[in-house]
T-cell receptor, first 115, second 113 residues
Framework: DTGVSQDPRHKITKRGQNVTFRCDPISEHNRLYWYRQTLGQGPEFLTYFQNEAQLEKSRLLSDRFSAERPKGSFSTLEIQRTEQGDSAMYLC?????????????FGPGTRLTVL | AQSVTQPDIHITVSEGASLELRCNYSYGATPYLFWYVQSPGQGLQLLLKYFSGDTLVQGIKGFEAEFKRSQSSFNLRKPSVHWSDAAEYFCAVVASNAGKSTFGDGTTLTVKP
């Protein structure tokens, strides 16, 4: 069990550019979640997948945001035409509801800075 | 919809003193409750969780939490804090039939020598 990994750990971009983040969940976990955390706040839910199906999206996930999990393993989160308000920590988590205790394990996060 | 309130934004305790961090939740049914700890620039580490059964749950690093349904609370405690416990602590609730977590805004713990 190597834990949830995220890449890159840090990303600095200019306003208007597109960015893509990757999350690799714990290997046997079929649920994968994305959260966004801004300074001084708790993580806010963005979206989650069960296998390759995207089951829920938050209203926070504007049209500029898209998430995929094409083969039910790793996931990507893309932000198009970044804005300064997108600067945040993007956290990924995975879980295995089959264990009947849907405990989410978090990765280290990707820190996005939009200049 | 569920919600979580952590009333204390910042708490300072002396090393060796006891600690209690408060968490109140709002949810119509029996929730799944969690406490996580986050060091600066890092992800969240799970400290403990409550699903059912014994209302006093033990976690890692000497932490425990007690679920009180009548008070809609899930307070985190530690009898003797260590300097390494300084971090931000988040309480979270998950609806029993949905995966997403709803977090409080966190409590920052400072430990004085």
């Amino acid at each position: 069990d190597t834990g949830v990994s995220q890449d890159p750990r840090h990303k600095i971009t200019k306003r208007g550019q597109n960015v893509t983040f990757r999350c690799d969940p714990i290997s046997e976990h079929n649920r994968l979640y994305w959260y966004r955390q801004t300074l001084g706040q708790g993580p806010e839910f963005l979206t989650y997948f069960q296998n390759e199906a995207q089951l829920e999206k938050s209203r926070l996930l504007s049209d500029r945001f898209s998430a995929e999990r094409p083969k039910g393993s790793f996931s990507t989160l893309e932000i198009q035409r970044t804005e300064q308000g997108d600067s945040a920590m993007y956290l990924c988590a995975s879980s295995s509801p089959g264990q009947s205790t849907d405990t989410q394990y978090f990765g280290p996060g990707t820190r996005l800075t939009v200049l | 919809a569920q919600s979580v309130t952590q009333p204390d934004i910042h708490i300072t305790v002396s090393e060796g003193a006891s600690l209690e961090l408060r968490c109140n939740y709002s949810y119509g049914a029996t929730p799944y409750l969690f406490w996580y700890v986050q060091s600066p620039g890092q992800g969240l580490q799970l400290l403990l969780k409550y699903f059912s059964g014994d209302t006093l749950v033990q976690g890692i690093k000497g932490f425990e939490a007690e679920f009180k349904r009548s008070q809609s609370s899930f307070n985190l405690r530690k009898p003797s804090v260590h300097w390494s416990d300084a971090a931000e602590y988040f309480c979270a609730v998950v609806a029993s039939n949905a995966g997403k977590s709803t977090f409080g805004d966190g409590t920052t713990l400072t430990v004085k020598p």
